[in-house]
């Protein structure tokens, strides 16, 4: 069928596209890159010994991410007479927890708007909560000692696009033109919005590692190399966590697995996997920092539907990452994925189109991680076997902050109480499921690529995208 020139002319092609460096200067700035995860390397801590034999306790944890080691922390200071067990099934932190940008945001809705849509009676208070949760998380990092690199600086949201700009317009931390490039000087930039306190950056893997440590101090018995094959509920008594070396037996579980499938069949259909691509420059040298600026080390990110997210890292080097976000057909999570050449390539020239003046610099890594997507695009908590098992996942990019408020939830509903989380509709409420194969893959692909098709038609959402709007399960970036 062909194409009207009308339909052409309507698909313009975006700023980073427009501005394209030659390929020549994408190979150059690749070419060095190795297939590694720049924070797992820079941060190693720790071994903690497989789990044998036959152990009882009052709380398992399942897995050693940001959510379980959160969860383990918390109940210990709650109760630091509690026995408790992490189980991971790799090491601490190797997954989304140690590959993620270290944004820590303040929302647990992903964005107001997302909230406001699905919960428009609750969202003052779900955006309190989540405030209170980022200046809980900034308090236990200083009375802690977590050794992370935390910094509360804020995220840029940058407009790359005429028709972004009124979108932010209103914002209280509005940047025109040359208040945005007078921060982080990128001649794609046109207006910007500072949020200033809603978002704070951490070093990643550190951060697991050290809530690893603090768990361990404060009494957590943590086993890598753990993986949990199957569990076991009774009418009454203990639930039974079976691994391939050892048999726990425990009052209470939380279940904090992430992308990975679910011990409950009931929740498998409630996320599934997107792979989301990394790269990370060499430390930049004296002369690079001037020609960009970025003297206050936000957190940046576009107004696109497919976005790029960026940040300093400690060390001076740059993490560009995001835009492609890719399923796989039945929902697999394999290390397979993570080596994509077409989206690292992607990545290099929409990294040289933002930053010209960079030209020459080269990646020194290039990773990729799975994301636990669900339908609402932020976490979902449950409650099952008759109250022994608490579970949380689906954070949908947005755990590092998210994480922490999932674990008070956990604990609160293992332990009966009311309180103003657990009485929340977004926490009593599950999110729709994904529809099974192949339908998931059909739907997925759709919706990706009419995000696409938007970024390329002024942000005009297709006629899928609406009817998603219409029933409550669309979302713009």
């Not at 009418?235 to 992430?258: E, I, K, S």
Request: hydrophobic fraction near 40%.
């Amino acid at each position: 069928m062909r194409t009207s020139p009308e339909r052409r002319s309507a698909l313009r092609p975006t700023a980073y596209e427009r501005h394209a460096p030659p390929a020549a200067a994408v190979d150059a700035a690749l070419a060095g890159s190795r297939p590694a995860v720049f924070w797992l390397e820079d941060a190693r801590g720790p071994a903690y010994a497989p789990l044998t034999g036959t152990v009882t306790t009052d709380l398992a944890v399942v897995g050693g991410g940001y959510c379980g080691l959160w969860t383990a922390v918390l109940a210990k200071r709650r109760d630091p007479g509690r026995r408790v067990v992490v189980l991971e099934a790799g090491t601490v932190g190797w997954a989304a927890s140690g590959r993620n940008g270290g944004f820590v945001e303040a929302s647990i809705t992903h964005g107001e708007e997302n909230g406001r849509r699905r919960w428009p009676e609750e969202y003052d208070e779900l955006e309190r909560l989540g405030h209170d949760n980022l200046d809980a998380l900034e308090a236990d990092v200083r009375d802690l000692g977590l050794d992370c690199d935390f910094e509360r600086t804020g995220v840029l949201s940058a407009a790359v696009e005429t028709h972004q700009v009124p979108w932010i317009e209103g914002d209280a931390g509005f940047l025109d033109h040359d208040a945005v490039r007078a921060e982080i000087d990128s001649p794609l930039f046109l207006a910007g919005s500072w949020d200033r306190d809603g978002c704070a950056l951490v070093h990643p893997a550190r951060l697991a590692h050290e809530l690893a440590r603090v768990a361990s101090e404060l009494g957590v018995e943590v086993h890598e190399h753990t993986r949990v094959t199957g569990l076991d509920a009774p009418a009454r008594g203990p639930v039974t966590l079976h691994t391939d070396r050892a048999t726990v037996r425990a009052d209470h579980v939380a279940l904090a697995t992430n992308v990975f499938p679910s011990l409950l069949r009931r929740t498998r259909l409630l996320t599934v996997p997107v792979y989301d691509y990394v790269l990370m420059t060499e430390p930049l040298t004296a002369e690079q920092r001037a020609a960009i600026g970025w003297e206050h080390r936000q957190g940046l990110g576009d107004l696109a539907n497919q976005f790029h997210y960026s940040r300093l890292s400690a060390d001076g080097r740059i993490l560009w990452g995001g835009y492609d976000a890719v399923y796989h057909r039945g929902g697999r999570v394999r290390a397979a994925y993570e080596e994509r050449p077409e989206s690292f390539r992607r990545l290099a020239s929409h990294f040289l189109a933002a930053f010209p003046q960079l030209e020459g610099i080269r990646f020194s890594h290039r990773w990729a991680g799975a994301i636990d997507t669900s339908t609402r695009f932020s976490a979902f908590h449950g409650l099952a076997m008759r109250g022994r098992v608490a579970y949380a996942a689906g954070f949908t990019g947005l755990g590092v902050g998210a994480t922490r408020f999932a674990a008070e939830v956990m604990l609160d509903r293992l332990s009966g109480a009311s309180t103003p989380r657990t009485r929340l509709e977004m926490v009593r409420r599950p999110p729709v499921p994904f529809p099974p194969e192949p339908l998931a893959a059909v739907g997925i692909d759709l919706t990706r690529w009419s995000l696409d098709r938007a970024d390329h038609r002024q942000g005009r959402r297709n006629a899928w995208l609406r009817t998603l709007d219409a029933v409550g399960l669309g979302f713009d970036s």
